[in-house]
């Protein structure tokens, strides 16, 4: 008779990251590349990881979640196979919302409210609009809205998703279109927006791979630069 994993799942190793204060999913996504086939690790936050299941389902792990109490979770994670991320430190995409944490250090209940939001709006396993329009149009609300870390953020995250230079090239011609000349010119022109989407021009125009480029955005234009990154130092 097969056994269930979950019968064993106590005896995963544990990763308490409920007092964690910076981006704890590279460290996990680091310690499940390690964790051989037929083990796992459990994780344990005040609410529940949802971006981390799509991340850790790339690396090959299944998993089941139970809610202990109103500010416990564990997460076990159990690995059926082996599989390459395809993102280095971030699984299935880059740039996972990792702000969710700056509402969890105002209220547990309040991180769990966002991370479900979350969810709904980009978790959906049938979405009606395809998740590289989707990543656009919030790009464009960002600019829109004069959020423009978030919209370096989803400018990664388009180009992960196979976005083209040519579609970025329409896009920009639209927000001088609708934000105008001088807002162009004094607030996009300057920004590490603009300076990621003439990156990917430049790189793709020496002949660098997507692969290449994603690369060197993400170590440019990832969690290590200050006016993208999402969590206080």
Not at 29 to 52: N, R
Not at 155 to 175: H, I, N, P, Q, R
Not at 188 to 205: D, F, H, M, V
Request: hydrophobic share 40%; proline share 3%; charged share 25%.
């Amino acid at each position: 008779m097969k056994t269930d994993w979950k019968d064993t799942k106590e005896s995963f190793e544990v990763m308490d990251v409920r007092k964690a204060t910076g981006n704890f999913l590279t460290g996990i996504l680091k310690k499940a590349g390690q964790v051989e086939v037929g083990h796992g690790i459990c994780v344990v936050q005040t609410f529940e990881p949802i971006p981390l299941y799509s991340a850790m389902a790339d690396l090959g792990f299944e998993h089941h979640t139970d809610k202990t109490s109103n500010s416990e979770c564990r997460v076990y994670f159990h690995r059926t196979k082996i599989k390459d991320a395809a993102f280095s430190g971030a699984g299935d995409m880059p740039l996972k919302p990792t702000a969710v944490l700056n509402f969890k250090k105002i209220d547990d209940s309040l991180a769990d409210i966002v991370v479900n939001f979350w969810d709904l709006t980009w978790g959906k396993e049938k979405p009606a609009i395809d998740l590289k329009t989707k990543l656009l149009l919030s790009l464009a609300n960002g600019v829109g809205a004069g959020r423009l870390r978030q919209a370096t953020r989803e400018l990664v995250k388009a180009y992960a998703t196979g976005v083209t230079v040519a579609e970025l090239d329409e896009l920009f011609s639209m927000f001088v279109w609708n934000g105008g000349i001088g807002t162009f010119a004094s607030e996009i022109g300057p920004s590490t927006l603009y300076a990621a989407y003439q990156r990917i021009k430049t790189l793709e125009n020496n002949g660098r791979s997507r692969n290449e480029v994603l690369g060197v955005l993400m170590d440019e234009f990832g969690e290590k630069n200050p006016s993208v990154n999402v969590i206080p130092h």
